[in-house]
């Protein structure tokens, strides 16, 4: 890996990050800021993509994916919402 894609890999980690615990609300901050922490090292190119297409959506509408307020069927990028609602799950309950 080239010097240069390796540092717009790292700048595109720090922004994923940053939007990551900064959302807005404080519950979007905790809830994606720190499943971001857990899985960014792991996450490919393709999935960092849709990470980031899901966080274009609303805080409210994130929150009520995440929480089961609203059903994932028809959710974008249920596939990483159900991720986050896992370790939402085992963070709450002391298992992550």
């Not at 595109?12 to 809830?31: F, P, S, V």
């Not at 090292?41 to 980031?52: G, K």
């Not at 995440?66 to 709450?92: C, F, M, S, W």
């Amino acid at each position: 890996m080239t010097g240069t894609k390796r540092e717009n890999h790292q700048d595109r980690l720090k922004k994923i990050k940053y939007r990551a615990h900064h959302r807005g609300t404080q519950e979007m901050d905790i809830i994606l800021g720190g499943f971001v922490d857990n899985v960014i090292s792991e996450y490919t190119a393709e999935q960092l993509d849709d990470l980031e297409a899901l966080m274009d959506e609303t805080d409210a509408d994130l929150y009520n994916w995440i929480i089961g307020k609203e059903p994932l069927d028809n959710a974008p990028y249920a596939h990483v919402l159900r991720q986050i609602t896992q370790y939402q799950h085992a963070r709450v309950l002391g298992e992550e």
